[in-house]
């Protein structure tokens, strides 16, 4: 059952898009509800460098992932909320490791 959580939520990753996929970096780097077993401070640096050089909306406006627009990147991390700590860690992995530089 824990195993079919962590594939559905990969699953939603891999139909992201890569602004999408950063958004969702950001938001798990940023959260205080999530452990990650990362370093967390630099994961955040590196995502949203990327994030600013690929998307002006972020670069110039203060943005709020609690928007309705971001729907898929908060319905991401609720999944998240849910899941044990090891599990989180698969998806933070598998997450990264999709960003390409």
């Known amino acids: 059952m824990e195993e079919d959580k962590v594939e559905n939520v990969i699953n939603i990753v891999k139909d992201m898009n890569i602004k999408d996929k950063l958004r969702l ?14 370093d967390r401070k630099e994961m955040y640096n590196k995502f949203d460098t990327h994030l600013r ?25 609720a999944k998240l909320m849910e899941m044990e ?6 998806i933070a992995l598998y997450l990264f490791n999709s960003i390409e530089e």
């Not at 970096?25 to 940023?30: K, Q």
């Not at 700590?85 to 698969?90: E, G, L, S, V």
């Open 25 to 38: 970096a950001i938001c798990m780097n940023d959260s205080q509800w999530l452990t990650l077993d990362y």
């Open 85 to 90: 700590q090891t599990d989180r860690n698969k």
């Open 53 to 77: 050089k690929i998307d002006e909306e972020y670069r110039t406006t203060l943005i709020n992932f609690g928007q309705s627009k971001y729907f898929i990147v908060n319905f991401t991390m």
